[in-house]
Nanobody
Framework: VQLVESGGGLVQTGGSLRLSCAAS????????MGWFRQAPGKEREFVAAISWSDGSTFYGDSAKGRFTISRDNAQSTVYLQMNSLKPEDTAVYYCAAGVSNEYVDRVYEYEYWGQGTQVTVSS
């Protein structure tokens, strides 16, 4: 199983980025995929998740109202649209897969992880 993130970069406060996570190696139709982030010196934080089966979405407090998670089943790709970015959103963003819907916000419940993509928001 491979998860490959892309779309990170440097953006100014108030700007937008769209992260992508392409999955390969198996199907995740019965599970959810999620995004987490980790800033230096901090724990990995839940951002958002989406169910492959019915498209249900879940958001962490930091993402509500600004970020949108979506999926493309045909491409086995999950997206994270991030708007109104703030300096405190600066972190490495990780894609993860292989979790049941009821555990989407739990880091240790995920079976697979991507390598991460850096997002830096300048003030």
């Amino acid at each position: 199983v491979q998860l490959v993130e892309s779309g990170g970069g440097l953006v100014q406060t108030g700007g937008s980025l769209r992260l992508s996570c392409a999955a390969s190696g198996r199907t995740f139709s019965s599970y959810a995929m999620g995004w987490f982030r980790q800033a230096p010196g901090k724990e990995r934080e839940f951002v958002a998740a989406i169910s492959w089966s019915d498209g249900s979405t879940f958001y962490g407090d930091s993402a509500k109202g600004r970020f949108t998670i979506s999926r493309d089943n045909a491409q086995s790709t999950v997206y994270l649209q991030m708007n109104s970015l703030k300096p405190e959103d600066t972190a490495v963003y990780y894609c993860a897969a292989g979790v049941s819907n009821e555990y989407v916000d739990r880091v240790y419940e995920y079976e697979y992880w991507g390598q991460g993509t850096q997002v830096t928001v300048s003030s």
